[in-house]
């Protein structure tokens, strides 16, 4: 995910339950994702790119508690 936070990234997950909860979530979509793209019988569009902005929002929400953490 964030390569340069990964330190703080573990810091966070043992101290903070909301970010660890967001982190797991993202990872799960994020693998949710890379499973969907590397099918053979590739899922509707619609749902992929739903899956993939939702991903993105999360990225945007750790990142602001990363950022704010320092």
Request: hydrophobic fraction near 40%; aromatic fraction near 4%.
């Amino acid at each position: 995910m964030f390569s340069d936070c990964h330190e703080r990234i573990a810091q966070l997950k043992a101290q903070d339950a909301q970010f660890s909860r967001l982190v797991r979530r993202y990872d799960a979509l994020n693998q949710h994702v890379r499973n969907m793209e590397s099918a053979k019988a590739r899922p509707a569009l619609p749902v992929l790119t739903r899956l993939k902005r939702e991903k993105q929002a999360l990225e945007g929400e750790l990142r602001a508690i990363l950022q704010t953490a320092v």
